[in-house]
């Protein structure tokens, strides 16, 4: 089975504080992104990653950044923590590559993050 | 405009009855998938079915189906036999384009919040 884990389930943190959230996947999937889920808002993206080292802005980008070094983990970093980033954040992964449809994407249990 | 729209915020459904959870879309492309995920409230996002744009017949799984009905651009998921641990909030999502890489994200309804009965 696909298992893709995120560091934390819940998190504090305060403003202005520099947060790190992690993901991990272990099926050797090419694509990794993060989202944030807010109620009666779905699920928005906020950057994904379709190879080491690469990285693509989604929908909403301001105030978060990504790194990929390694395939299997992509982190989103939060450089100065406010508290409209208090949020759900979900990491997801997919096969990707040339895998065409349906090229589904496994999630994570995601991390709940409040900004005080 | 929205690409997915779930018209029912919420729905409630009586144990071992069958539901049908809403979805339309929008798009111009002519190759394009369609997704639902079930999220319990423990928050994990679970794949349930895909639907894809050139599929002939509805996709099944279990008791999973998809109405799919291209014309109307709906994509509805089909609960049979409904069960306590089918309450969850559903999220349908399309994916426009079938290359590989960085296109074709996938683009998500605001959900459906379905709650069982016994």
């Known amino acids: 089975d696909v298992k893709v884990t995120q560091s934390s389930r819940y998190l504090v943190k305060r403003t202005g504080e520099k947060v790190f959230l992690e993901c991990v996947q272990d099926?050797?999937?090419?694509?990794m992104f993060w989202y944030r889920q807010d109620p009666g808002l779905g699920l928005r993206l906020i950057y994904f990653?379709?190879?080491?080292?690469?990285?693509e802005k989604g929908d909403i980008p301001e105030g978060y950044s990504v790194s990929r070094e390694k395939k299997e983990r992509f982190s989103l970093i939060l450089e100065s923590a406010s508290t409209n980033q208090t949020s759900m954040y979900l990491c997801?992964?997919?096969?990707?590559?040339?895998?065409?449809?349906?090229?589904?994407?496994?999630f994570g249990p995601g991390t709940r993050l409040t900004v005080t | 405009a929205q690409k997915i729209t779930q018209t029912q915020p919420g729905m409630f459904v009586q144990e071992k009855e069958a539901v049908t959870l809403d979805c339309t879309y929008d798009?111009?492309?002519?190759?394009?998938?369609l997704f639902w995920y079930k999220q319990p409230s423990s928050g994990e996002m679970i794949f349930l079915i895909y639907?894809?744009?050139?599929?002939?017949q509805n996709a099944t799984e279990g008791r999973y189906s998809l109405n799919f009905q291209k014309a109307r651009k709906s994509a509805n998921l089909v609960i049979s036999a409904s069960q306590l641990g089918d309450s969850a909030m559903y999220f349908c999502?399309?994916?426009?384009?079938?290359?590989?890489?960085?296109?074709?994200?996938?683009?998500f309804g605001k959900g459906t919040k379905l709650s069982v009965k016994p």
């Open positions: 639907q894809g744009s050139y599929d002939e």
């Open positions: 798009t111009s492309d002519q190759s394009y998938g």
């Open positions: 990653s379709y190879d080491v080292k690469m990285k």
């Open positions: 997801a992964s997919s096969p990707g590559g040339l895998a065409g449809f349906p090229d589904e994407q496994y």
């Open positions: 999502a399309m994916r426009e384009q079938n290359y590989g890489g960085s296109q074709g994200n996938l683009i």
């Open positions: 099926m050797d999937h090419e694509n």
